[in-house]
């Protein structure tokens, strides 16, 4: 917003945040000349949010800001805490960024004296964005709730006049308060414990003449300042409507295994590969992406548990050629270490590598499931969440495989995040049998939507020289009936034994009377 723009009438422009994400909530910023209120407790981030809004505001808009105090920490103080995010710039002060101290007045004047500074500073300081730090300190020198309501009234009015945009902090108030029932918003940010974890969050509770995103939003304080990230099934709730017509088919690399498919996986589908530890699931699902390379299709392993390093020697030890793919560029490994991760960011940061490649037939294997699970700090979401990042996956025309890890020791199918079955097309098994003390892999395939598909089960082997599936279901329906057959074969054999047995014992009896008779 230019500097040009102050004063007079207000119209229904945007001041942008710069803030990632935020704007995206309040759909495209804050409006030009509006009163907004951001309460939170200590710690919450108002203070780095308000001064991260200046920065980008004098940055991205040419804009003007005034900080002002009221009973806070110094100025100084603050500053020196601001200078270690990369947002702040200290060249800034005090030509485009003023910071002012307004609690002499207030205390000495009332709220005629503070009025009279905030008009006078912001006329000579030509400034487009306005900051009051400490409302609750205001509201005491109060004498009744009135005279703070027509404080408040009077501030909008002179703000709206001189077409600055205005944000009132203070610390947690209640949604009824005469502050917020005055201003043109109100933004809260939230720093509670859920559980063992720090959570903080940011809601929107009213933003007059414009619609938002409802509801809380994650709050990260990074080195850059505060990232939000809004909730996943609230950004991807209306899908646009659009899809390839032509569909291809994506294999694994396993002629018999894609055979079953029907030639493969439907381009844009999604599928579930479940199984117990072990069973094979993180080198089925990179057999996916090294096929899809020898097609000159770009691939994404997205990871939780397993660093690059130990993954491209795993596939190597089977014979899977993943280090030749990663060195040319064909697949990408992206690794999450084991940390503290916010769902919402998981999936913002996997969008946003799906995006950086502008392909067309894309691969993805996310492995696996319950590194989201993990993240969740409401596991209600879950479900939703999950079909909000498939569609968006589908939509960006990217083929996803994505494991999810069963009990190693129960032989019922009790699926951890029994949703992804439902938001999935496609659902492949890998279990375990156990027959005359060895131990063998059996691969199904439980569901294919629009698709024939062969139902069989077949024996799953992973050797030296790669991954094999057998060539029909006669392994496996053996592996399955052996330990019957067995038994059955063990007592028929115990049975003969005991007659033998019988019949010798008559015959040596029969002899044994025949020699005493």
């Keep these: 917003m230019s500097e040009s723009n102050q004063g007079g009438t207000v119209g229904q422009e945007r001041v942008q945040s710069g803030i990632p994400r935020l704007d995206f909530i309040l759909k495209g910023g804050l409006k030009q000349g509006g009163t907004y209120a951001l309460m939170g407790p200590p710690g919450s981030g108002k203070t780095i949010l308000a001064n991260q809004l200046c920065c980008n505001h004098i940055e991205k808009s040419g804009g003007r800001c005034v900080y002002m105090t009221l009973l806070v920490e110094s100025h100084a103080k603050m500053v020196a805490h601001l200078s270690s995010l ?51 300190s205001a509201e005491q020198f109060s ?15 002179t703000a709206n006049l001189l077409g600055c945009t205005t944000l009132l902090l203070s610390n947690v ?4 308060h005469v502050e917020n029932a005055l201003v043109d918003g109100v933004i809260e940010l939230s ?10 969050e940011l809601t929107v509770h009213k933003f007059r003449g414009s619609d938002y995103l409802r509801g809380r939003h994650e709050v990260e304080i990074t080195e850059d300042g505060l990232v939000i990230h809004p909730r996943t099934e609230i950004q991807f709730s209306k899908p646009p409507e659009q899809a390839r017509e032509q569909r291809l088919r994506m294999g694994f690399g396993l002629r018999q295994l894609d055979e079953m498919l029907g ?14 530890p072990g069973t094979g699931k993180t080198l089925l699902g990179l057999s996916f992406l090294v096929e899809g390379a020898r097609q000159g299709q770009h691939g994404t392993y997205f990871g939780f548990y397993e660093p690059p390093p130990r993954l491209i020697e795993k596939a190597e030890d089977v014979g899977i050629p993943l280090e030749r793919y990663v060195k040319e560029g064909s ?49 209600d979401r879950i479900p939703r969440f999950l079909s909000a990042l498939t569609n968006q996956l589908r939509m960006e025309d990217v083929t996803t495989v994505m494991t999810d890890e069963l009990e190693l020791f129960k032989s019922e199918l009790n699926l951890p995040t029994p949703e992804l079955a439902n938001v999935v097309e496609t659902v492949l098994l890998l279990r375990y049998v156990e027959l005359r003390s060895q131990i063998y892999r059996l691969l199904s395939i439980m569901k294919m939507r629009e698709s024939r598909y062969d139902t069989s089960l077949r024996e799953f082997r992973i050797e030296p020289e790669g991954l094999d599936l057998a060539e029909s279901f006669e392994s496996a329906e053996v592996i399955l009936s052996g330990h019957g057959r067995l038994r059955e074969g063990a007592t028929r054999g115990k049975q003969s034994a005991r007659k033998k047995t019988a019949r010798k014992g008559t015959e040596r009896l029969g002899r044994g009377r025949g020699r005493g008779e």
């Design 331 to 379: 697949i990408e490994l992206v690794w999450q270490p084991p940390l503290e991760h916010f769902m919402d960011a998981l999936a913002e940061h996997l969008l946003e590598k799906m995006r950086e490649k502008k392909k067309e037939r894309r691969r993805l294997f996310i492995d696996g499931a319950e590194g989201f699970r993990a993240a969740a700090v409401y596991a």
């Design 86 to 136: 990369s947002f702040f710039k200290q060249e800034y002060i005090p030509e485009r960024l003023y910071y002012v101290s307004g609690y002499q007045e207030v205390r000495q004047e009332g709220f005629t004296g503070l009025l009279e500074l905030i008009r006078r500073t912001l006329r000579e300081r030509r400034a487009t964005l306005f900051i009051i730090d400490g409302m609750e």
């Design 263 to 276: 030639g493969g996986l439907p381009s844009g589908s999604t599928t579930a590969l479940l199984g117990a």
């Design 191 to 200: 720093d509670q414990l859920i559980g063992p974890r720090a959570v903080r």
């Design 143 to 157: 004498t009744t709730p009135q005279s703070y309501r027509e404080f408040v009234h009077a501030l909008q009015t």
């Design 173 to 176: 108030r209640e949604r009824t």
